[in-house]
């Protein structure tokens, strides 16, 4: 009979937790992630950057959150396949200038909040852990189709706009996270924000949100410059805004070539 009491108690007491965690909105996220005690820490196996997964509360809440560390700056790096990067950066400070452009564009609903904070003694970015079932390299691999494909094509359309914009080198399959009810979030950009004006892969371009779309023409560089700093430096606003630029002229051209209807939703 105690352990059943025992139970029903946990039972309730996580439900609880349950309950107010998902009453909280971005900002509260935020403060949350910024002040709430770290009570449990482990190291995840995924992922070059090793990040840490951390269990905070603040007596009402409890929750995880990933900490990532990594603030790597190199002249030249060579990777294994032979290719050399100059200029290489991986820092954990590009996942928090991601959050804070998703804002400006109104897809904050694309991948979890991100704040910067300090734990163990270093500065690190800590992100919201979110309820996931998979990520998009283990459904391709079980080859488990989406219930509702227009939803998810339209959901990955976004994506696939802010990964132009952002210039990830190392966007991947692990980095699409999948939830219970099939939405879609975007998570890991140390790797982001590379200097390059070009579009690392137009044809990746395939349709856009209107609301994402008129979002895009309106960005402008002193208001992410100001938005993202110190998180991102001057160049890398300027090439970011170049990458804009191709952005919005290869949606026109599209929209010129297949009729507005078909390319914005």
């Known amino acids: 009979m105690k352990a059943i009491l025992a ?18 909105g971005r900002e509260e996220m935020k403060q949350f992630l910024l002040n709430a005690r770290v009570v449990n820490s482990r190291q995840s196996t995924k992922g070059i950057t090793n990040p840490w997964r951390l269990t905070l509360s603040d007596g009402s809440v409890t929750h995880d959150a990933s900490f990532q ?8 790096m060579e990777f294994d396949d032979g290719h050399i990067e100059l200029d290489f950066v991986d820092s954990y400070k590009y996942n928090i200038a991601a959050s804070k452009l998703a804002e400006i564009l109104g897809l904050e609903d694309i991948m979890p909040v991100y704040v910067e904070r300090k734990w163990n003694g270093r500065s690190g970015s800590l992100s919201w852990w979110l309820p ?14 989406s219930p509702n494909p227009d939803q998810w094509n339209k959901q990955m359309y976004r994506i696939r ?10 966007a991947n399959l692990t980095n699409v996270l999948i ?4 939405q879609i979030w975007r998570v890991d950009f140390s790797r982001a924000f590379r200097t390059f004006k070009d579009l690392r892969n137009p044809k990746d371009l395939v349709q856009c949100e209107r609301d994402l779309w008129a979002r895009l023409q309106k960005l402008d560089s002193n208001d992410v410059l100001q938005k993202t700093k110190p998180y991102l430096t001057r160049p890398e606003v300027q090439a970011l805004m170049a990458r804009r630029d191709k952005i919005v002229a290869y949606f026109q051209k599209m929209i010129a070539e297949k009729g507005e209807s078909n390319v914005l939703y």
Do not use: N
């Open 7 to 24: 139970t029903l108690i946990c039972f309730t007491f996580v439900s609880s937790l349950k309950a107010a965690d998902d009453q909280l």
């Open 69 to 76: 560390s990594i603030d790597e700056h190199k002249t030249k």
């Open 132 to 145: 996931v079932k998979m990520d998009e390299g283990e459904r391709l691999k079980q080859k488990i189709p």
């Open 161 to 170: 706009v802010f990964d132009s914009l952002v210039y990830d080198t190392d």
């Open 179 to 182: 939830g219970q009810e099939w």
